[in-house]
């Protein structure tokens, strides 16, 4: 091997590897000027963080180096540095949209959220965008073709390698100790990270790291310890309340922009209730986006930080494992569990996440009535006032719901929609960004009066609710801080309220506490993440002794061995908390009519295991074209919302039974 290195060790090979170099740093460099939308800033970033960027060159260099291993060099190399760019131009066009910047968690949620493409692009942007990737793909098929081999240098190749990995590992643990480059638990706010490190590492820190790293301590002995502070909380009370966690959607109180004047309060009713009700500032994993971390956080009370750089824990983890969350330690509690969202239900995989989180039943926006939509296509927030009464009376017990709502989301007009309602405002120049601004006013008005909704038709409700109303994020605006007048551009509010006496007590929250906090209030001391919390008084974010026992905790209940796991089986979950049935079937005149109870407009009518084409009438029953057969079968689905050939579930089948054609049949269920 060391003669074959010796003789592939050549002057040419040397001057290959200085172009492999060279080539990656203007690569870097593009790429940074992509990231940073600003050839000047990149160029500062460059002169005042020369290793930081020769760093991320490296890291390049190493990819391209790749190509050494191959006969097809300049295919290779044309690839990956194709690659390279595109993720770049991928950020850049992101960017755009949100205020969080790419990571490789994205590409990961694309199968999930690609039903939301045609709210961000125009039917012409999409389709030139799927010429552009076409047109990628096809000049990587001809270069293929066309690319001779060459001589090999593999052995040159793995060497090169090597070192360049040995050259990362210690220069890249350098970096860390000087600060240079953030360590993966420094990502909180991913622009500012992205900004300090780079984008090259700082996607490349995203795409290797997954999940909570096992801590050196960790043992059943130690995870014993940290579970006895349960013992030093009072036991959950005998009688408490049912809980409802309301999620808002890019909601925030738009009073606290500094420059801006309103025609009109955007917010009274949130205003209104943080002058009587428990409240404070909370500490929001995301900006501009990523809504499921936020709900990640509140629901299990894990913080993201110790996660990977960007994850999604959503797609990474609790999609196909189980996790302790609030709503399963409320359900061994003996609670009922609802989760409800005004969306379909596979966004962010929530069909299967809210599963694994111990929830008995989960509405999304396929099993409701009466839906209105905003002029984005988003469905109104109105409708989850009945949705979540009717999940509180679905059970005789106490009930945990957990709705999260839509109306406001992105992304904004930056021209006026027609006949889309605005609220006026002054203060804000950019015209695009203003008129957006003014959309999302009206959307951010109509949820507040949800939430006002909501509190009147719980006011009077006759068991004891308790309400917590909290924002995910900020509206992806690219607000900065210098324009708020509390806060900052990761955090937004909550508020506790009740219909019964609760002393206002004001605090500020992570918001992997807020869970805790409100179930602390609630008397509730249940779960070994949340008893961690309240036995830690909600402490600050720094606190080492409290983030490393919950990093304990948060290894041992999703990689580790669940010693700290103690709530009970749950049963499956179900859609809806009210039954769709189908009860009988009539023809007459060609149109076969079903008859049954709790029909949606995404229910769909299949024969013999084909859908038919399925109208719902005012009357709420299900019509299609169709003449049956004896020994036809029917049956009922909900599919999606953004994919119909996807059932979501389906109702028991009914077999058609008499003849001839033209009279009322009788049908009897039989289970598939």
Not at 125 to 152: N, P, Y
Not at 303 to 331: C, D, R, W
Not at 443 to 470: I, K, M, S, T, W
């Amino acid at each position: 091997m060391m003669n074959v290195l010796r003789r592939q060790w050549c002057r040419k090979s040397f001057r290959l590897l200085a172009h492999l170099f060279a080539a990656a740093t203007v690569f870097s460099f593009v790429i940074e000027v992509l990231a940073r939308r600003s050839f000047d800033d990149t160029l500062r970033f460059v002169f005042t963080k020369p290793l930081t960027f020769l760093y991320g060159a490296l890291i390049l260099y190493f990819c391209l180096s790749l190509s050494l291993l191959t006969r097809k060099r300049l295919f290779w190399f044309s690839l990956i540095s194709t690659v390279c760019v595109g993720l770049a131009v991928a950020d850049f066009i992101l960017l755009t949209y949100r205020s969080m910047p790419l990571t490789a968690s994205d590409i990961l949620l694309m199968g999930s959220v690609r039903d939301i493409f045609e709210k961000y692009l125009s039917h012409v942007g999409l389709l030139g965008m799927m010429l552009a990737i076409s047109a990628v793909i096809g000049a990587i098929i001809f270069l293929w073709l066309r690319t001779e081999k060459v001589e090999s240098i593999a052995t040159l190749g793995a060497a090169n390698l090597a070192l360049c990995a040995l050259l990362l590992a210690v220069l890249g643990s350098a970096l860390l100790r000087g600060g240079c480059l953030r360590r993966t638990e420094e990502f909180g706010n991913l622009p500012e990270a992205y900004g300090d490190s780079g984008f090259v590492y700082s996607f490349a820190a995203s795409a290797v790291t997954r999940g909570v790293q096992e801590p050196e301590d960790y043992t059943p002995d130690e995870i014993d310890e940290v579970v006895q502070v349960r013992k030093e909380l009072p036991p959950t009370a005998a009688e408490t309340p049912n809980l409802v966690f309301v999620q808002l959607e890019s909601f925030f109180d738009a009073n606290y922009m500094k420059a801006l004047t309103y025609e009109t309060n955007p917010v009274p009713n949130f205003e209104a209730l943080k002058k009587t009700c428990s409240t404070g500032l909370l500490s929001v994993p995301a900006i501009g986006a990523g809504t499921a971390n936020t709900e990640f956080e509140v629901l299990t009370g894990m913080n993201l930080n110790h996660f990977g750089v960007g994850e999604y824990p959503y797609m990474t983890v609790v999609s196909n494992k189980t996790s302790q969350s609030i709503a399963g330690v409320l359900a061994s509690a003996g609670y009922g569990a609802h989760a409800i969202h005004d969306n379909n239900a596979t966004f962010y995989d929530r069909h299967l996440v809210y599963a694994n989180l111990g929830f008995d039943s989960f509405t999304p926006l396929e099993y409701m009535r009466d839906v209105s939509y905003n002029p984005l296509g988003w469905a109104d927030d109105s409708v989850l006032v009945p949705e979540i009464l009717d999940a509180l009376k679905s059970t005789k017990e106490r009930d945990f719901v957990f709705a999260v709502s839509v109306q406001p989301h992105g992304r904004y007009p930056q021209a006026p929609i027609e006949g889309a309602p605005t609220m006026a405002f002054s203060g804000m120049e950019e015209e695009a960004r203003a008129c957006g601004f003014s959309y999302y006013l009206e959307q951010l008005r109509q949820c507040d009066e949800f939430v006002g909704e909501l509190v009147e038709a719980l006011r009077n409700y006759p068991e004891p609710v308790a309400v917590v109303f909290y924002g995910d994020h900020l509206p992806s605006f690219n607000i900065t801080n210098d324009e708020l007048s509390y806060g900052n551009t990761q955090t937004t509010e909550y508020v506790l309220w009740a219909n019964y006496s609760m002393r206002k007590l004001d605090r500020d929250l992570q918001t992997y506490q807020l869970a805790a906090y409100v179930t602390d209030r609630c008397r509730i001391h249940e779960g070994a993440v949340f008893c961690l919390h309240q036995s830690y008084e909600y402490a600050a974010d720094d606190a080492e002794d409290y983030q490393n026992n919950l990093k304990l905790l948060e290894y041992d209940l999703i990689d580790g061995e669940h010693f700290a796991a103690d709530e009970e089986e749950t049963p499956a979950m179900r859609f809806g908390v009210r039954e769709i049935t189908l009860t009988g079937a009539k023809e007459a005149d060609g149109i076969l009519t079903l008859r049954g109870e709790n029909f949606t407009p995404f229910s769909v009518v299949y024969k013999n295991d084909a859908p038919l084409e399925t109208v719902l009438t005012e009357e709420g029953d299900l019509t299609v074209e169709d003449q049956p057969e004896k020994g036809d079968r029917y049956y009922v689905a909900q599919v999606s919302a953004t994919n119909r050939s996807e059932l979501l579930s389906r109702t028991k089948s009914l077999i058609w039974q008499e003849e001839p054609y033209g009279t009322v049949q009788r049908t009897y269920p039989q289970l598939r």
